[in-house]
Every structure is written in C-alpha cells, then in structure tokens.
C-alpha cells in the first residue's frame, strides 16, 4: 500500500541549521553569538537543536549579530515561526512612487552621461537616455543580447567584446560577486550567478582570482567604439536605512567621463538626440 506520508521539503530551512550556517559564515562560535546577542549559551543551544523558540526580538538581536540583510532577516523570522518584518514591494507598487521619483530624479541629473539601476541580481531595471545613446554608439545599433549586466559583461557576444580592459573589469564583477556571496552565504542568487558567467570561455576561476590584492579604489571602464576610446568611472548609489527588501537591495549606478574626449564624445550624443 503506497505511503501517504507528505515528502515534500519544507518551505523554510530548520531555524537550527540556519543559525548554524550562518554562525560558521561569520566564523562564530555558540559562545560568540550568545554573548553577543544577550542570551544563554544554553538557550541559544535549545533553540539550534529545535527544543525552544524564540522571541522575535531574540532574533532580532541574532540577526544584528550577523548583519544580515533584510531578505535574510524574513528568513529568519520565517524559521522561527513568526511573520516576516519587512516587506518587498515590486518596484511599480504606488507605495514606493516617491523612491521611483527619486530615483528617476538621480538618472535625469547624470545627463549627458549614463546612469542606470540594478537590482539584487544584476538585472538593469532603468536607465536615462544618456545609457542608451552610449550603448547605441557602442553595439553600433544592435540590441544588447540580455537584461542583465553580468551577462553583458562576460557574454563574449555583447559589450564584453567592447571592453578593452575586460581581464580587469572581470575581476572586479568577480570580486563583487564573491562579497555579494560572503554577505548573504545562504542565499542562493549569487553563486546561481556565479555559475552561469562561469560558463562563458575565458572567465577566471576562484583559484585564477589575484586574491593578493584588493580591487583598485576606482576602476576605469574602457569602452573601444568608432568615435575612439570611451573611459568611464563609476559610483553606486543606494538607499539610506532602508525598511522595504526592495530599496535595499536596488543600486543605483552612475558613469562620469574619466577624460575630456569621454566628455565630448557624451555631450555630441545628447546634442545630436536633441
């Protein structure tokens, strides 16, 4: 007589083992973390072995300790059996009008250079005109090949063939990635990233990463196009104190012309679109 037992995995990961994960990312013993979070060493062992639940202020203080993001927080509430703290909107929502407004305010300002938004998986959500006339001038007309920048820059068929510097600018997505990875051990975005840029030919693996050395402060995009070299540096911008999974995971990235004729070059763009 077949079993009726229900064998499906549980829609959240055993609060022990998350607490376990996330104490062997940070290097932390029991000890460390029961100190830290003003708890019993041995409560903070009954919660792990599933004997006790705590409150959602004992995962509150267990979540600073981490320095967890906000997605991560929820799933630790969820673990615990309480509600989730902080919500995620989809970016549209008219609740998050106002943050857009901003936003669109930043991209609208960085005329005539690019500026464009990105959110936890790298995929490019917005950009001003100035990115698209940039990238028109770059892929001479062609439509880019994806929606998200990690494959743009390591797909040999998109701009990845435009950049000069491309060995540099890998390593620095590469150093990214690995923070992103280092940040969030348990979420499984990143490294499914990680993965599929992998794939393309030439990509460093961890073992060809220069480890020795911390990416530069500042690293120059050079961009070949039929107008001459473009050299780009970038800022990200990000929400202060966010409360919305969202926000805090949205950058905000912007290029400044790193030479005069990147600056010209952008300026005969806007005034040819005008």
């Not at 995929?123 to 892929?139: I, K």
């Not at 743009?152 to 620095?172: G, M």
Request: proline fraction near 8%.
């Amino acid at each position: 007589m077949p079993s009726t037992r229900d064998t499906r995995a549980p829609e959240h990961p055993p609060l022990g083992l998350l607490l376990r994960e996330w104490r062997a990312a940070r290097g932390l013993s029991q000890l460390d973390l029961a100190l830290a979070a003003d708890m019993s060493t041995r409560h903070l062992s009954c919660v792990e072995t599933g004997k006790a639940r705590p409150s959602r202020e004992a995962i509150g203080r267990i979540a600073a300790v981490f320095d967890m993001p906000l997605r991560e927080r929820n799933a630790l509430l969820l673990a615990a059996g309480h509600a989730p703290e902080y919500p995620e909107r989809e970016w549209d929502t008219p609740v998050l009008e106002r943050m857009r407004q901003a936003v669109e305010l930043i991209l609208a300002h960085q005329e005539p250079y690019p500026a464009f938004v990105l959110d936890r998986q790298w995929n490019v959500l917005m950009a001003n005109a100035a990115a698209t006339r940039v990238n028109a001038l770059l892929m001479e007309g062609r439509a880019s090949r994806h929606g998200n920048l990690l494959h743009q820059v390591f797909d040999p068929a998109d701009f990845r063939a435009l950049i000069v510097n491309w060995a540099e600018v890998a390593e620095k997505f590469l150093h990214h990635l690995h923070a992103q990875i280092a940040a969030a051990p348990l979420d499984p975005t990143p490294r499914r990233l990680l993965e599929e840029i992998s794939r393309y030919p030439g990509v460093p693996g961890p073992g060809r990463l220069d480890g020795s050395r911390a990416p530069a402060p500042v690293l120059t995009l050079v961009f070949r196009s039929r107008l001459g070299e473009l050299r780009f540096f970038e800022t990200i911008t990000t929400f202060s104190m966010p409360r919305d999974v969202t926000l805090e995971e949205l950058r905000i990235e912007c290029a400044f012309p790193a030479d005069d004729s990147t600056a010209a070059v952008c300026a005969r763009l806007a005034t040819q679109a005008a």
